[in-house]
């Protein structure tokens, strides 16, 4: 299985307070360290304590997390000088193995146009003993990230594609073709046979010059895999496609 790391670039933003704004609220750990979980361990909760260092009243105004795996939660968002304000940030390391790189903006009332503070938390997270549970839809023994493919920006003269990231959760090696696929349109794995335990791209191609003239400038059409073993309309992605003429 491949690890994914992801939000790598949060990082390279450091350091964690904003230099001009360093002087109204600072705090003493704006980086903490998750230490190692896995991906069924249940979300966890870190505080970052912050103090108005300045001679005027602060107002926390939103709190931005940069990934959907981290949500936040402010008290004190209101301060007196010399009062304090916890940020927490709850991570949920479901679905997302790897480096832990994510983190949070703090904005104020009184900085305009710009973050006033980047709060981070590092660490790693193991996979869990489901390895294919950030797969959600099966096909067979071929595990999909979504079953669902949008193609927007088909021009004439252009062969656009989607990538629906899959994977082999079965012992047999897998070889998925489509037998009914319209002439505009192409189906191919990368690569071509997907091994058991593997992971692949399922690559939709639409063929631009080959979608009739009466078709509208947006449709949508099945895909039914073959190679699996499953009813037709369990193995079915639909794809939504946009002509732009």
């Known amino acids: 299985m491949k690890i994914f790391a ?21 705090f003493e750990h ?11 361990d249940a979300p966890r909760t870190f505080t970052f304590v912050g103090k108005n260092v300045s001679k005027k009243i602060l107002h ?9 795996c981290t949500s936040s939660y402010v008290r004190g968002d209101v301060m007196k000088p010399g009062d304090t304000c916890q940020v927490q940030l709850t991570f949920t ?9 994510t983190g949070a903006y ?18 790693k997270v193991l996979p869990g003993a489901d390895q294919w549970a950030r797969y959600p839809h099966k096909m067979g023994a071929l595990r999909l990230k ?22 082999n959760s079965g012992d ?12 505009y349109a192409r189906l191919t794995t990368e690569p071509e046979v997907i091994e058991p335990g593997d992971e692949a791209d399922l690559v939709i191609t639409i063929i631009a ?14 895909v039914i895999l073959e190679g699996l073993d499953a009813r037709p309309s369990d193995r079915t992605i639909q794809v939504v496609v946009k002509v732009k003429r």
């Open 6 to 26: 992801f939000l790598s670039l949060f990082f390279l933003a450091l350091p964690v307070t904003v230099n001009a704004q360093k002087e109204l609220l600072e």
């Open 30 to 40: 704006p980086l903490i360290d998750a230490g190692t979980m896995t991906e069924d």
């Open 60 to 68: 926390i105004t939103q709190v931005r997390t940069t990934c959907g």
């Open 93 to 101: 390391p479901n679905r997302y193995p790897g480096t832990i790189n």
């Open 106 to 123: 703090l904005y104020l009332k009184e900085v305009e146009g710009q973050p006033a503070v980047k709060l981070a938390l590092t660490g």
């Open 146 to 167: 979504q079953a669902k493919a949008s193609i927007t920006e088909v021009r004439p003269g252009t062969e656009p594609e989607a990538r629906i990231l899959c994977g």
């Open 172 to 183: 047999k090696p897998l070889r998925i073709s489509s037998l009914l696929l319209p002439p």
């Open 209 to 222: 010059d080959k979608i009739p003239a009466t078709m509208p400038e947006s449709f949508t059409f099945p």
